[in-house]
Structure formats: C-alpha cells, structure tokens
C-alpha cells in the first residue's frame, strides 16, 4: 500500500467506539492536568511519578543504566546512578510536556519558551533555502516541534500511532503550530518539503538497525549503528541543516536554533554521520537528564561485535 504523502488530522464518527473509551479518559485527565495545574506543579508531580515508573518499568531502568554505562563510563557509578534517577523523573515531567504540546494554547507555550537562533531561521527564509531541523529524541521532543512552529510552522517527521484515537491525538496535537506530518519513511515527502523551502523536523539519534546505517562513534561508544538519512536530505539542493533542540530548565524552556552545519554533508557516509553525532552528543551533554536513555540505542553490533544488552 502506497505511503500517504503528509498527514493531518481528521476526525470521524469510529473514533467514539467503546473500545476507545480509556484513550477518551486519559486524554482526557491528561487535558485536564495540564489546562488547570500551574507548570511548576505539573513538574513536580511528573518527578514524582518518574519515581514511580522505576518500580514498574524494570525492564527500561535496565536499559538506560545500561546505555548510561556505554555512553559515559567517565562517571561513576553514584554519579550514574543520580543522573538515572534524574532521568526517570524527566519521563515523568515528558507525560505533563506531551499534553502541553498538544493542548496548550499559543500564548501559553510562548509564556514558558525562550528562543535563541531565530536568526538562522530568519537567514534560511530571506535566502529561499529549506531547513532540515536536525534534532534527537529528547524527552522534551514534542516541546521542541511545537515551539518552532510557534516561530514559523513547518513539517514534522513521525512515526503513525496504530491505535486511531491516540493517532488522531498525537497528528492534532503536532499540526496546533505547524503544516502536517511525514510519515519516517516516507522519504519523498520529507524531500518535497525541503524542496519547497518548508523547515523539515528530523531526529536520527535512535538505533534503526543496520539497513541504511554506518558503524562511527557516538559517546563512548566507538561503533554505533548510525543512518545515513541525514545526509540524504542535507543534499537537497538549497538546503540548510539547522541543530535545533529543547531544554527545559528552571523557569520554561529553552528553544536553541543553531548555525548551520558547516560543510555538510560532505558525501562520505561515515564522516557525515560522525558529524551529525557530534552535534547530538554536544546538544545532550547540556541536559544529558532529558535524553531519552530508555531507547536500546546500541543494540546493532557490527560482525564480531557482542550484542550490548
């Protein structure tokens, strides 16, 4: 079946079966929390279920002590064991953060969003070029799209929800500041968009296995599986990669737009992808609590190489 070129959201009559009716409810109380508590207290309560979720979620504690081992063993293990705990209670403040990002109206999101880089943007635009928003996995990532849009809508790269209602959610709740949406692997939709001069968001931090990928470093970890698709985009012609990630701190969040990449891509595949890494990696030492440790990120070994986890 042919991939749909963009999508947006549309509502019909099937999403109200009684199958749906817990999404209804939590999307629902989701809505509720965050149109009605002050941020702070939705921050607070998130640290707290964070908490929580690490004595239900054994199997992803696991996984991000063991990702946290590979990627900054510099640290010890008190160190790591802190940063993890920040960690999960970053997952928890992402819950309060999703339904911000959805729900919230504009003047709300622009309350609590400090931007910084706009004048990258600003360049991009005055030139006709198009913007590949070279972004990662943030726990603060559905933050991220929704505030650049908030500065000038573009289009987002995703993964579709099999479940219709939290489908319809998640696309509503990401075109509230921007154009539509591009399903991740539908590649000719995402190069239409930079042909058009529209600001493409695009995150290639995650493990995707080794089709399309090359063995370079990120972190600690010497041979991390890596997909070339940046590259791939970054050659549109009149195209410019912009990082551009989210930080949350101590009163909102911070929207950083950064230069962009220099001499990039270069058309070889590993130096391009070690560049590419090296921005991420940078862009996480800042706030490495609200990356998304959860992910088996070095689960592909090349041959010869023991599986990680």
């Known amino acids: ?61 696991k996984i991000a002590q063991r990702n946290l081992a590979l990627a900054l ?6 160190e790591r ?3 993890l705990i920040a960690n999960f209670e970053s997952v928890g403040c992402a819950v309060f953060e999703t339904g911000m990002a959805w729900f919230w109206p504009d003047w709300r999101m622009r309350a609590l969003t400090r931007m910084e880089g706009t004048e990258h943007v600003d360049a991009a635009v005055n030139q006709g070029q198009g913007m590949l928003l070279l972004s990662a996995h943030f726990l603060t990532l559905e933050l991220n799209a929704r505030q650049f ?8 790269v995703y993964r579709p ?23 991740r692997l539908n590649i000719k939709g995402m190069l239409k968009a930079l042909r058009q001069g529209d600001a493409l968001w695009y995150a290639p931090d995650h493990d995707y296995g080794s089709h399309a990928s090359v063995f370079v470093p990120f972190f600690a970890v010497e041979q991390a599986a890596t997909i070339t698709g940046t590259a791939t985009l970054a050659r549109v012609k009149k195209t410019v990669t912009l990082p ?12 950083l737009i950064q230069a962009p990449m220099a001499n990039f891509p270069i058309g070889d595949d590993r130096q391009d992808a070690m560049a590419s ?13 609200q990356y998304m440790w959860l992910h088996r990120r070095f689960k592909t070994t090349p041959e010869g190489v023991a599986y990680r986890y």
């Open 149 to 156: 849009g908030l500065y000038r809508p573009g289009v987002g």
């Open 81 to 83: 064991e802190r940063l």
């Open 161 to 183: 929800n099999t479940n219709a209602v939290l489908e319809y959610a998640q696309v509503s709740g990401r075109c509230r500041s921007n154009k539509y949406l591009v399903d």
């Open 73 to 78: 063993p510099e640290l010890d293990q008190a």
């Open 1 to 61: 079946m042919a991939l749909q070129p963009a999508f947006q959201a549309s509502f019909s009559l099937a999403l109200l079966h009684p199958r749906y009716l817990a999404n209804w409810l939590g999307l629902s109380l989701l809505w509720l929390l965050v149109t009605f508590l002050p941020w702070r207290a939705q921050m607070a309560i998130g640290r707290g279920l964070g908490r929580l979720s690490m004595r239900v979620l054994g199997s992803r504690v």
């Open 277 to 289: 890494n090296q921005v991420i990696e940078a862009a996480i030492r800042l706030a490495p609590e």
């Open 244 to 255: 551009c990630f989210t930080v949350r701190e101590a009163n909102g969040y911070r929207l």
